[in-house]
């Protein structure tokens, strides 16, 4: 009896690996691997590469696209590794957690043949990706200056809540300052508020302490904004034309710029859809007749209510 | 220096070491104080203070948990997480309780008892694991932080849980609005100071802390229940970090997974500034509250100066911490300095 | 000086010896010498500068004024036992050795064989082994620490002393630990140590050892050189007379019979544990009973069981008529029965903390008044305390890890009795205490034995359970093997019952 059901499990098993490498023959196999979500606009990529896979498998009946998240860069070149190995994947999609410890992982990945997309973190080695899809860092920094500049004239004042210290952070500021000089319009002071809402709130609130006259404020991501936004309703400094401008493109916000805000009035776009597009792109690179490899790099769009509609996605966490 | 030498005069050279140990944090608070008056005189404007000590609240009512669990020995990593989990649990069942019981008080009511009960709940079982379990307090309380942090993950989809407005329009005052020019929160930290010191200095069950602490064996030789006093040191802790979470809710109306991180770092960091021993024996409640007022006054003094580059937060935090705790620690030396 | 015959010259001679901590005087002005192949007994109340004068002679301490001569030469030891290189030992009374490691890395520790630069394990091991067999030890050089009993573990403290070609050897207490067996090998292995012309300094409680083993016996009171005497010269009584300068006739005091129809407080049937089986007994109001047998015997295990420390597998216990089950130590406590751990240091008081909390840790129930301890009736507590078991100290509000051994074990009883016990179980009552504390607790069991409390004595020394205890129990290997009245108590019957020797069918 015990003979029996063992063989019979045996021939399951190799009937299903043999169907298994049958399809393999005739399907295009798509890896896509980012970081776990722990913060909500990780959390809204992840919403739309699950979106993009039903649209683009039903679409594409032969085409497989694999998920796969990761919670640190160690675990993310593992995955990687056994994309290659296991699914055997014919095209990679890839958000990469650091860029310095997963470069020679995708580079691994490439000498298996496959195809790359690399979305958002650039890897530390350039000619590696076939594709690259990312937000435009600089670019959101200078928008949201510009939009600055048409609301404010010479002689007013604004504070700036920054993000976690690093490379983005850096770039964003740097393109701010750098498109806000000359405008005459002062920078009172900048300080790190971690794209979080409760540091935004109590930085805020000690800027509102220390500056009596601030016109406006740039808090860099939506998240910092609802703080910042807290603290001002709560010092009743939150009318006489104060105005704040976040980043990302958070559904909340996109809703209340729709609905007519005015203490938000813009959102400057980081889309976390552009994991989507990155899916789009690398599909098509099988499926379309046009060229397809190179850099495409999405505009920071300035989100006014006019525009809102297009961005608003109820559905996703963020 | 002229208190410590009255001390003196009064009483044996141990009263002075010992005031000397429980002024410590406070001076370093002074001083602290002081560098900020002098930075910004807007430091001392009532708006600021009165932020600082909302602020201080949070981390405040959480270290006075934190003041029972390691006095008698343990150690609670997961309060930061604890907070996060109970405050999306809170908006959760607030906002589907808007249906049936409107967005008035009652549907607030409901969310506060849903975070002690499950305050109560989460410090039971931290408690239980480590006494019944036997498991180390740091082991299991690693293991729940990491739980509870992903649940609270799990419950946004990885987002951002919001309360639904109306509730919040009633929930608000709760963190904004005062009573006797201070805000309900300083209250409720105040009130938790005041019970927390009693139940330490004053009754059986803080004597016994204390007694775990110092050592488990006699603990156990001298009658006392060691399971159930550290069990009920992790409820305490559990309780303390449910009446946080109800005054915090309301300040921005959402929890996600970044709500409350390292929150247990600076509790316990607090709990230490104040004089309390970490390895357990020895606790102090009035310190742990000057503990947290001065990782509070850190951050705020920071924020009111663009002399220190702000990459350099950090190593400021760690000084201040460690020169607080130093002058905490170092009263040996100004006794002998008396002496001679 | 006392000494000038034609004795060897001495290796060590410690000169008018005074020693001061800040401003406390501990010794004044104290001559000791000691003799190659000589043993040199210490002996003194505690806190008589005993031990600081053994740290003094082995350079932990340097002395306040004075000199110490080595080889007849003024020297100044190093500290930190770098004197053991000048052949100077100090085992302290808490054993020095790494509890994970070896019997042979002990040994060796910090000094290790070597050839070609590599530790040469297998010379070390036979160095080792070949002290191990000299002493008759029956344990194996790669044996942990952690595995041995005290005993041995004191042993190896000497091998790895005698290794080290100590010429002086000081040590702690060694026998307060040790069974009689044990103490009886720890002898014979003095004696050849002697014989191989090392100096030995030995501090002991234990008069009757002293005498018996000492050549000669220097004593101390309150920090002043009493006398140095050929040991022929004393008798035990001399010896504690001069310890405490007072006559010491009644060490034991006069026993009062117990009633034999006196009601019978504690009965225990068939008490099964993970160390004890079998065990029955019972305990009637008023009788002092004592416990004896060799360490290990399970005397302690019996008690900790019924106090609700350890866990029963099976038995009945009956409590002043009434049925109890296995109780909780509190539940113990409320029913009058209190335990007193041999361990103070770790099982019976709080070192780092006041008198005060000490005093009231195990009746704390009692002072609480209106949810909140009554701090005032603490405070009547602990001067009742003070002034009913005679606790010593300058300051009240010293720390109890500062106090000396006697005044710490009579802070415990104190503390136990607080809850005023109808049944005390006091295990080791004077464990490293000196003769003077030692009579006033045998005085203290006595006294509350007459009050109608009943006493149990569980003890290692003899002498004691032999002076104060109405009916003794002797257990060996988790059994009761007979139990002693009357004449029958003394220690050869005691001790063919220990050892086994002879075994009475209870039931």
Redesign the interface.
Known sequence: MFMKKTLGAMALTGALAFAGSAVAQDTIKIGVSYPT????W???M??HAEQAEKRLEKLYPDVDLILVNSPDPGAQASALEDLVSVHQIDALVVLPFESEPLTDPVLNVKKSGAWITVVDRGLSQPGIEDLYVAGNNPELGRVSAQYMKTRLKDGDNIVIL?GI?TVIDNERFDAFMAEIEGSGINVL????ANW???DG???M??????FPDIDAVWAQDD?IA??VV?ALK??GRDGDGMFVVGGAGMK?TIKSIMDGDTLIPVDVLYPPAMIATAMDATVAAFKSNGPVAGRYILGATLITPENAANYYFPES?? | MTRASEGMAGKSPRRVSIDLKTLGPAIALLLLCIIGFLLNPAFISEGNLTNLLTRSAFIGIIAVGATFVITAGGIDLSVGSMAAAIAGVMIIVMDNAVETLGSGVPTVLLGCGVAIILGIGAGWVNGALTTKGKIEAFIVTLGTMGIYRSLVTYFADGGTLSLNFEVRGTYRPVYYDSFLGLPFPVWVFIAVAICGWLLLNRTAFGRYCTAIGSNEAVAKYSAINVDRVKTLTYIIQGLCVSFATIIYVPRLGSASASTGVLWELEAIAAVIIGGTVLKGGYGRIGGTILGALILTTIGNILNFTDMISNYLNGTMQGLIIIVAVFLQRSDWKLGKSKKS | MHAETSAPAAIIEAVNISKSFGPVPVLFSVSMDVRPGEVHALIGENGAGKSTLMKILSGFHDPTSGQIRLDGKPASLPPNGAAEKLGVVLIHQELNLAEQLTVEENVFLGRGMKKNGFLDRVAMRAAVQKHLDEIGLDILPTDRISSLTIAQKQMVEIVKAVSRNARILIMDEPTAVLTEEETLVFYRQVEKLKNSGVGIVFVSHKLNEVKAIADRVTILRDGQWIDTRPSQDLTPDMMAQMMVGRELSDLYPPMQEVDVDAEVVLAVDGLCTADVDSVSFSLRKGEILGFSGLIGAGRTAVFEAICGLAPIESGTIRLFGRDVGPMTVAEARNAGLAYLTKDRKEKGLLLNKKMQPNLTLFALPKFVKNFTIDRKAEEDALQRAIRRFDVRTLDPEITVGKLSGGNQQKLLLAKIMECDPKIVIIDEPTRGIDVGTKQQIYHFIAALAAEGVSVVVISSEMPEIIGICHRVIVMREGHITGVLTGDHINENEIMRYAAGLKREELH
């Open positions: 979500p722990t913060h909500a990780a959390a809204g992840n919403w920054r210290p002071d900048h300080k790190h979080n809402r409760d709130f109590e930085v609130q000690d800027f509102l302490s220390r998240d609802i703080g807290a709560q010092a909340e966490p963020f």
